[in-house]
């Protein structure tokens, strides 16, 4: 699918002139499309920190292709970009060693926009086509979104951009039935091999057999919530070379499965439909070999956006005695300090080519 789509993108004729006003007519030697490749590693999740879903370090490679078209008609483009990844170490991952491939991503750039405060701002809206093995797994249909971002400098050498988009993941499945023992051992630090299941069946959800063994687990499909990212970026350019970003992103996720509060629930936990917020933030630096070929380094970090203290009162034993109410507070954006097994964080570098 991808390849014919580029054959599709590099098909396509430059724009020429034409009595419609909504036409351009493209400078001479010009061509409509472009696009990057970029391969990299990254160092990431259990590298840093020690818990249960993050016993071993966690290094892998990857693979992107991007490709943009502009279309004839003023301010519309057309982009699609897809990815390959790689576990190279051996230990949580499921499938240690084995190329991955993601789904494709769409792109539509509209011509609508404004200007205010300095800032010059554009609309695209996006589609994803689920060839991936998770995505088939769950049984994506495609994933819709909707972007707004923008734009300014202050003077040659920083600029700032800012960003809101809105998305939702469609599903085939809204119940499924889940086998509990298939699972792929793996060896932890420790030299055991452990079997994961893939699920901890709730009361309501067992699927017995006729003898009453446990078979399998009865539940909701998979969440296809809406998910709202405002993020906001800036960028230093130090010389002709070299360049430093930061960015900062808050993700809320606004849920639409109600989580049943039941015997595997927790003192806090909370009926009907729920949301989770986090935050991401990310700091890179740039360096332009040419002008096709760029190197770059960066970190990033993602963790919840609030923290829970709890008020439970505990026995000598440590089994909660008396439970509280509890209370929310903010964590620091970047990284969350008081459980450090939260953050989910990497340290990247990649070369890619531009065309």
């Not at 580029?6 to 098909?11: E, G, H, K, N, T």
């Not at 057999?209 to 906001?232: D, H, K």
């Not at 809320?252 to 729920?274: E, H, L, T």
Request: hydrophobic fraction near 35%; glycine fraction near 14%; aromatic fraction near 12%.
């Amino acid at each position: 699918m991808m390849r014919l789509f580029v054959m599709i993108l590099f098909a396509a004729a430059p724009a020429q002139a034409s009595d419609n006003p909504a036409m351009t007519t493209a400078p001479k030697g010009s061509f409509p499309f472009s696009g990057s490749v970029s391969w990299g590693h990254s160092l990431g999740q259990g590298s840093f920190v020690r818990n249960y879903y993050a016993r071993n370090a966690a290094y892998s490679q990857s693979l992107g292709l991007s490709g943009s078209w502009s279309l004839p008609w003023k301010g519309y483009s057309l982009s699609a970009s897809q990815g390959w990844g790689m576990e190279l170490t051996t230990g949580g991952s499921m499938r240690n060693h084995e190329l991955n491939y993601g789904d494709i991503g769409l792109g539509f750039g509209l011509p609508f926009g404004f200007k205010a405060l300095g800032f010059k701002f554009g609309s695209r809206i996006g589609a994803g086509i689920p060839i991936s093995k998770a995505s088939r797994f769950m049984g994506k249909v495609t994933g819709l979104s909707g972007a707004l971002s923008g734009g300014r400098k202050f003077g040659d050498k920083l600029s700032v951009s800012l960003s809101m988009s809105l998305s939702r993941s469609f599903y085939t499945e809204r119940l499924r039935t889940v086998d509990v023992s298939d699972g792929r051992g793996f060896v932890d630090t420790n030299g055991n091999t452990l079997t994961p299941f893939n699920q901890i069946c709730r009361d309501e959800e067992l699927v017995l057999s006729g003898a009453g063994e446990v078979t399998g687990c009865r539940v909701a499909g998979v969440n296809g919530g809406i998910n709202l990212s405002s993020s906001i970026g800036v960028s230093y350019k130090v010389d002709k070379k070299l360049s430093a970003s930061a960015s900062l992103a808050f993700i809320n996720s606004f849920k639409d499965y109600s989580m049943p509060v039941d015997g595997f629930a927790s003192s806090f936990a909370q009926s009907g439909i729920g949301r989770s917020d986090m935050t991401s933030g990310s700091l890179g630096l740039g360096y332009a070999y040419s002008k096709k070929i760029r190197m770059g380094l960066s970190m990033s970090s993602t963790q919840p956006a609030l923290h829970w203290s709890s008020d439970d009162v505990a026995d000598e034993n440590g089994n909660i005695s008396q439970v509280g109410q509890g209370s929310w507070t903010p964590n620091f954006p970047w990284w969350d300090f008081r459980t450090t097994a939260n953050n989910y964080s990497s340290f990247s570098g990649s070369v890619s080519y531009s065309f």
